[in-house]
C-alpha cells in the first residue's frame, strides 16, 4: 500500500507567515482612535465592509495588547492585577466603619450619596448587576472599591461568562505554548479558576460561523468584548500568521471542504459543550483534511473530529489522509476522534526523517484501511490512543520507523493489531491489544520492535506472529487466551521472549516452526490447552529459566527435527509428558527441574534423540524418562527420582547412553529394559528403590558396566522372559534381596562383577538358566534365604508378600494348589506333611502357606495376610498414554 502523499493543483495558496514578516500592514497599524474612524468610515460603505473593518481593528489590538481583561487608560496593567484580587470582609467591614458616621440621634449615615452604591447595596444585587456586564467591564468595575473587587471575582460570574463565549464545559489551562489541560474546578488551587481560564484563552480566535456579523453589529458586545471571530478555518488561520503561538478556537458546527496546511507553531482547539469531538467535525473528501508541513513546529491541534471521506468511486484519493504529518514536524495532536472512509489510505500518516509528533488521547477507529501509520525513520509519541475496528492494521510500522507507543488500546480490528515489518522498529509500552481477527502483534521481514508490559490477549488467531526473520523483544507482557499459539516464531525469525506471562491459550503457549530460533528465557508458560512450548522442523531456539508448568497437554514437545537448547527451565504439573523428543529431533536439555508431572518426565519415542544431562527428574505418576521405538538419546548425570512407575523405562527397541546418573528413590525398578531394548548403562548410581534396580525382560538387552546398584528392596539386577543384556564390572551390594537374580528362560554374560553384602543370596539362578559368568566376585552375603531354610522357618516370615526369594517351590495335590501357588520347603514338611506334594521349579516366588491364601493354616507363620497370587516377576511398568491422547 502507497502512503506517499500526493498535493492536488487545484488547492487555493495562503501565504507563508514568513512572507509576510516585516512587511507595512497599512493602516491597521495606526493608533487605536485612528483605526476607530477607519472602520465607522468603512462602516458607511456597508455592513460586510464594516465587519472586515471591525475584523482588522480588533485583529490590530489582539496584536499590540495581548491581553486587555484588566486594561484602563490610566492604569497600568500590574495595578489592575492588584486591583482586582479579591479582598476579604473583615477589611470591608473596617472600610464601612471609617466612611459612616453618627448623626445626633447616633444612627449611622453615609458621608456622601455617592457611596450608597458602593456600601449600601445587598451583595446578591450587586452580583446580579455585574452578572450583566462584560469582561472589560467587569475590570473596570473591579478597580472601584475592595468592595466591588471582591464581587466581581464571584465564581458564578465567571464561569456563566466563560461558557457562554468558550462554550466549553471545563475549565482549560495552558501551561505551556503548545499544551493545555483540562481542569476540575473543586481539584485546582486557583482561586477563581473560570476566570484564569477565560484570561488564558482570551486572546484566541474564534472559528464560529455567522457569529461575526452579530458581535460587531452589537455596539455593547463590541465596546465591552475584544474577541476576534471568523467564519471559516483558513481565514482564522490567514487572520494569525505572525502571531506567537496563536490560538483558534473552533466551535460547534461541521466544516467540509477547506484546505487546512499547518506551517506554523498555531494551536487549534475544538470548544463545545459535553463531548468535543462529537459536536466539532472537520471532514474533507478530496484532500488530507490536515496537513502538517515545515514550519509546523510546536504547532497543536486538539479535541476535534477529524475526517476523510472520499467519493468511493474516485480513485484519486489514495494517498490521503484523515491527518498527514510529513518531514520534520512534531506538532500535537490531542483528544481527537479520527476516521477514514477511504479503503487505500489510512488514518493517520507519519512519514519521513524528522517527523516525530505527539499523539495522546486520539480514537482512530471504524477506518477501512490503516488506523496508524508511521513510515520512513519517523518517530514520535503516542499515548494513551485508542484504535479499533479498523480493516487493516490498527498500527503500522514501516522502513526503520521507530516510534514510542504507550498505553494505547488496540482492539477488535479486522487485521492484525500492531503490524512491523521491512525493518520497522518502535517501543511499545503498557498498551492493551485484544480481539483482532489476526495475530494482535505481528513482525515481519526485518522489524526490530521492543514490546513491553503490553497485554495480548484474546486473538482471534494468536497472540504475537514472528515470522520471515523477524526479530523483536518482547518483555514482561501477559499473553494469554488467544485461540491459537500465544506466540509463534517462523522461517529463521530470532526474537527474544523475555519475562513474559504465556497462559490460557486455546492452543499452544510458544509455537516455534520452519527453521525458527529465538530466545524464550523467564517466561511463565501455565494453563494451555496444547504443549506449553513446541519445537519442530529444524527450529533451534534457546529455551532457558522458565516455568512451565500445568498445562492441559504437555510442557515441551520436540518433534519433526526440531532441536533447541532446552536450559535451566522448571516444567511441572502438566497433564502429559513433562518434555516429548520425537521424530528425528535431537533437542539438548540441560539443568532443568522436570517433576511433579501427571504421566512421564522426559519421553523420547519415535527416533527422538538428544542430550539430556544435569537435570533433576522427579516425582512423576509414570516414570522419569521412556525411551522407545528407535530413539537414542544421551543421559548423563542427571538426579531421576520419586518416579512412581520406575526412573527410566527402555522398551520397545529404545536405545539410549545412560551415564553418571543418579536414579533413587522410585516406587518401581530404578532402570526398566524391555522388549527387544538395548540401551548401553555406565557408571550409574541406582540405589534406593523401592523395587529393584534394574529390571530386564521380555527380550531386553543392554551393556551395563561400571554401576554402582545398592540398598535396593528388591534383587539389585534382575534378567527374566528371554532377556540378554551384558553386565560387566558392577558393583552390587548391600540390597535387600538377591545381588543378581536370572529366571524364567533368561540367560546373560556375567564378568567381574562385584556382588556382595546382600541380604539373600549374591547370585541366584533359576531352573534351567545357564549364564556365562567370568571373574565375577561374590561374598558376604547374607543368605538369608538358606539360613531360614535350616532353621525351619517359613520364607513368607522374611520376604511377606513384597519380595520374591529364589528358592524351590513346591505344590500340594492334597490341597488342590495349582502352578500359581507356591509352598516353601519348610511348609511341605510341616504344614503339608504326609500330603502328596511334588516339587515344581527354583524359582523366585514367596510362600502361599505362610500368606495364608491356601485352605490349610500354616502351622510356622502368624496371622493370615491378604489374598494375592504369587508373581514371579515385578510388576511391569506403565507404558506412557501420550500417544493414544495424540
Known sequence: MSMTTRRGTERPVRRSSRLNKGKNTGSLSGSSA????SAAATAAAGPSSAS?????????????????????SSTSSVELEKWCAPVNLQTRSKRSRLNH?????????????????????????????????????????????????ELVNDITIWKRMYQNVYELSLPLLRPAPAKFKFVQPDKTDHFNIWKESFRVLYNAVHVRPGYCHKVYNSPEMFNGRDIQYCDTIEEALSTVEGQDYPLILVHEGVYSGEWLYIDSPVCIIGAAMGNIPDNVVVENCKDSTFIFI??????????????FTPDPNSSSHHKNSCIEIGTNCWPTIDGCAVQSKSQVGCAVSVNGKGAAPVIKNCIINKCENVGLYINDHAQGTYVDNEISNNALAGVWVKNYANPIIRRCHVHDGRDVGVFTFDNGLGYFDKCDIH?????????????????????????????????????????DNKIHSNTFAGVWITSNSDPTIRGNEIFNGHQGGVYIFGEGR???????????????????????PIIRGNRIHDGQHGGIYVHEKGKGLIIENEVYSNTLA????????????RRNRIHSGKQVGVYFYDNGHGTLEDNDIFNHMYSGVQIRTGSNPLIRRNKIWGGQNGGILVYNGGMGVLEYNEIFDNAMAGVWIKTDSNPHLRYNKIHDGLDGGICIFNGGRGVLEYNDIFRNTQAGVLISSQSHPKLKRNRIYDGLAAGIEITNNATATLEANHVFNNKFAGICLATGVQPDMKDNKVYSNKNAIEKAVRCGRCLYKISSYTSYPMHDFYRCKTCNTTERNAICVNCIKRCHAGHDVEFVTHDRFFCDCGAGTLSLQCQLAGEPTKDTDTLYD??????????MVN
Open 294 to 307: 515545515d514550519g509546523c513546529e510546536d504547532s497543536y491541534l486538539g479535541h476535534l473530529s477529524i475526517r
Open 52 to 72: 472586515r473593518a471591525r475584523n482588522c481593528i480588533n485583529a490590530t489590538e489582539h496584536r499590540n495588547q495581548p491581553y486587555s481583561l484588566r486594561r484602563k
Open 578 to 589: 513433562g518434555v516429548w523428543v520425537t521424530t528425528g529431533s535431537c533437542p539438548e536439555l
Open 34 to 37: 485612528t483605526s476607530t474612524t
Open 435 to 475: 480481539d483482532n481477527r489476526i495475530a494482535g502483534f505481528e513482525v515481519k521481514a526485518g522489524a526490530n520492535p521492543t514490546v513491553v508490559h503490553c497485554e495480548i490477549h484474546h486473538g482471534q488467531t494468536g497472540g504475537i506472529y514472528v515470522h520471515e526473520n523477524g526479530r523483536g523483544e518482547f518483555i
Open 874 to 883: 515385578s510388576a511391569a511398568p506403565i507404558e506412557s498414554h501420550t500417544l
Open 101 to 149: 458616621q453618627k448623626d445626633v440621634h447616633g444612627h449611622c449615615s453615609s458621608n456622601t450619596d455617592e457611596n450608597f452604591l458602593q456600601n449600601d447595596v445587598p451583595d446578591e444585587i450587586l452580583i446580579k448587576i455585574f452578572s450583566y456586564l462584560l469582561e472589560r467591564d467587569l475590570c473596570m468595575s473591579a478597580c472601584v472599591c475592595k468592595r466591588f473587587n
Open 518 to 540: 529465538g530466545l524464550i528465557e523467564n517466561n511463565n508458560i501455565h494453563s494451555n490447552a496444547l504443549a506449553g512450548i513446541q519445537i519442530r522442523t529444524n527450529s533451534n
